[in-house]
């Protein structure tokens, strides 16, 4: 089975300060690993992915994400926070190669002024 | 493109009666998933399809939940009889074919309310 946990529901950053959303993963099998953004009343949206290729991934808004296996860990970060990234964010695995992705239970960013 | 198109936005019904939610895919994506959101349970996948054939509905919660796929652009959502329980925001998602197969596209949700 996988599964992934996202510590914290809630975080609060202050506008230009770091920020960090934890995940750390469980899985039988490398895993292929995910963050999504959720904006308020809309859809999910892909923010990056990890497929076994490089460990360190970039994704889209500033975003990078490193996949660590000794840790178990796929944390997000971005070095300096914006208004516009308060959202809530989802981290979520899958074996690849089309397999069911599991979401995990997302971590809200608020931003402060 | 348009992207994932969902339809209603929003749907407010009293208990026991049935509800359809639509969605339409992305042209050309060979997946499409539904998904259903609450506050206690997050984000949970109901069933999804491959080339319009259901793969696994083991996330479906009962037989009063049904989904369909007729076309590659079209596929719709039921539930009958209604439960206020099924209140929720439904996502449908779909996904490419080939490489970036595990990357999916979410439309804009169906919030339901069932009073």
């Known amino acids: 089975a996988q599964s992934v946990t996202q510590l914290g529901s809630h975080v609060s950053v202050s506008e230009g300060a770091l920020v960090l959303l934890r995940c750390n993963y469980s899985?039988?099998?490398?895993?292929?690993l995910f963050w999504y953004v959720q904006y308020p009343n809309q859809g999910l949206q892909l923010l990056l992915k990890?497929?076994?290729?490089?460990?360190l991934v970039k994704g889209i808004n500033g975003f990078e994400a490193e996949f660590k296996k000794s840790e178990t860990s796929f944390h997000l970060t971005k070095p300096s926070a914006h208004m516009s990234d308060a959202a809530e964010y989802f981290c979520a695995v899958s074996r690849g190669g089309y397999q069911k992705v599991t979401f995990g239970t997302g971590t809200k960013l608020q931003v402060i002024p | 493109d348009a992207g994932v198109i969902q339809s209603p936005r929003h749907e407010v019904t009293e208990m026991g009666q049935e509800v359809t939610l639509r969605c339409k895919p992305i042209?050309?994506?060979?997946?499409l998933f539904w998904y259903r959101q609450t506050m206690m349970r997050g984000l949970e996948l109901l069933i999804y399809?491959?080339?319009?054939?259901?793969?696994?509905d083991s996330g479906m919660p009962e037989d009063r939940f049904s989904a369909k796929m007729p076309n590659a652009s079209f596929s719709t959502l039921k539930i009958q009889p209604s439960e206020p329980r099924d209140s929720a925001v439904y996502f449908c998602a779909s996904s490419p074919h080939g490489d970036h197969q595990e990357t999916q596209y979410f439309g804009p949700g169906t919030r339901l309310l069932v009073l």
């Open positions: 042209s050309g994506h060979d997946y």
């Open positions: 899985s039988s099998v490398p895993p292929y």
């Open positions: 399809f491959n080339n319009n054939v259901p793969i696994d």
């Open positions: 990890y497929t076994s290729a490089a460990t």
